[in-house]
Every structure is written in structure tokens, then in C-alpha cells.
């Protein structure tokens, strides 16, 4: 398992790369928080090579791990709505979606799609790093009768989303964590050594 992951962290680092997912600077996140680093997995999709790998990665994982503890997948907006439902199309389960906001319309639910009362509803978003996106879909889901103990999410950025996230009885499991992301980065000559210490600096232990 130990070689199966270190390939599969290559070919992730190797699509980051190709796809310039990285960047440095100052930047917003939805959060409020500000960050010197941005991983931009939002792109992914425009690029149908790079989204069919890292699908492929996506439904391997939660196939092995997840696959039997969840009734629907549910994709948290905007930037984990792709891949939830492509996910949920390999995996053959359903695809619901929740909003960002109540709709003052129609149903007026938070959920878009078929949710039953007692359905076990996997979580699922580009990356965490404080966990409120997660936090909120959650609760709209249980409000709605839905159960949810699990989310996945491509990358953990590793600053306190996924201990928030235990305490309201969800985990978390991820693709990768940024530290192992960025410092496979560094040994391929993608960023400097600079680079890695800003987001080790980041990085909550």
C-alpha cells in the first residue's frame, strides 16, 4: 500500500504541476481567512486529462475505504459539485447537492435532489482548511434527516478543519494532505525551498 500511495502521490503532483495549481501570494479564502498560498483545484475539470486521472484517484480511494458506509454523495458548492458527481456516477450511487443558500422559491430546501430520512450522506469538497463549508453542509443535510459521520475531500491544507469537523462527529478523510503534496513538490523542483517553509508555516500541527 505504502508504494500504491507514493505513485499515486506522483501522479497527483505531477497533474499540479502541469496544471500550475499552486500559486503564492496573497489571497481571500471563502473562509475570510488570508493565505500566502493557493491551491486552485477548481481548475481541474478544464482539464479533461488531469480530471480523469485525478477522478480515477478520487474513486479508487473512496471505493476501498468508503464505498459501503454511505447512501449518497452529496457535492458541496461551488468547487466540490464536479467531483461529487462524477464520483457518484462511477460509484453508482446517488448525487444531491447543497445550496448555499435556502431558495425563497419552490421547495425552499438547502438540498437539491432525492434525500431521505435516515439516508447516510457522504460529504464531498475540493479541500479543507477550516471546515466551515463542511461544517454547514452537514447540518443542512441533518436538518433534512439526512446522517452524515464522513466527509472526503481531495486535500486537507492541515489548519484545524479536520479536528473541527471530528468534534461535530464528521472525519475527514483525504486524498492527500498539503505538507506530503508540497514537499514532493520541492524534491521535483516545482517550488523552492522558500516556498515549502510558507506553507509549512501554514500548516496547524
Not at 71 to 88: E, H, K, M, Q
Not at 129 to 139: I, K, Q
Not at 151 to 160: I, N, P, S, T
Request: net charge neutral; hydrophobic share 40%.
Amino acid at each position: 500500500m505504502g508504494n500504491d500511495r507514493e505513485a499515486m502521490l506522483d501522479k497527483f503532483c505531477g497533474i499540479l504541476k502541469k496544471i500550475d495549481a499552486l500559486e503564492f501570494g496573497t489571497f481571500k479564502l471563502s473562509s475570510g481567512r488570508v493565505t500566502p498560498y493557493y491551491m486552485d483545484l477548481r481548475v481541474v475539470s478544464s482539464f479533461p486529462d488531469a480530471f480523469h486521472e485525478v477522478l480515477g484517484l478520487c474513486v479508487d480511494y473512496v471505493r476501498s475505504k468508503l464505498s459501503e458506509d454511505f447512501d449518497r454523495i452529496a457535492g458541496i458548492p461551488i468547487a466540490g459539485i464536479p467531483f461529487a458527481s462524477v464520483l457518484a456516477y462511477h460509484l453508482s450511487k446517488p448525487f444531491i447537492f447543497i445550496r448555499q443558500g435556502v431558495r425563497l422559491h419552490g421547495r425552499e430546501r438547502r438540498i437539491e435532489g432525492v434525500l431521505i430520512s435516515g439516508d447516510r450522506v457522504l460529504l464531498v469538497d475540493d479541500l479543507i482548511t477550516t471546515g466551515l463549508s463542511l461544517r454547514r453542509a452537514a447540518a443542512a443535510v441533518r436538518s433534512e434527516g439526512g446522517v452524515v459521520t464522513d466527509a472526503f475531500v481531495l486535500l486537507d491544507r492541515e489548519e484545524g478543519g479536520r479536528k473541527r469537523l471530528l468534534n461535530g462527529g464528521v472525519e475527514v478523510h483525504s486524498l492527500f494532505r498539503v505538507s506530503e503534496v508540497t514537499t514532493r513538490l520541492y524534491e521535483m523542483n516545482v517550488i523552492t525551498e522558500d516556498q515549502l517553509e510558507i506553507v509549512a508555516k501554514q500548516v496547524k500541527k
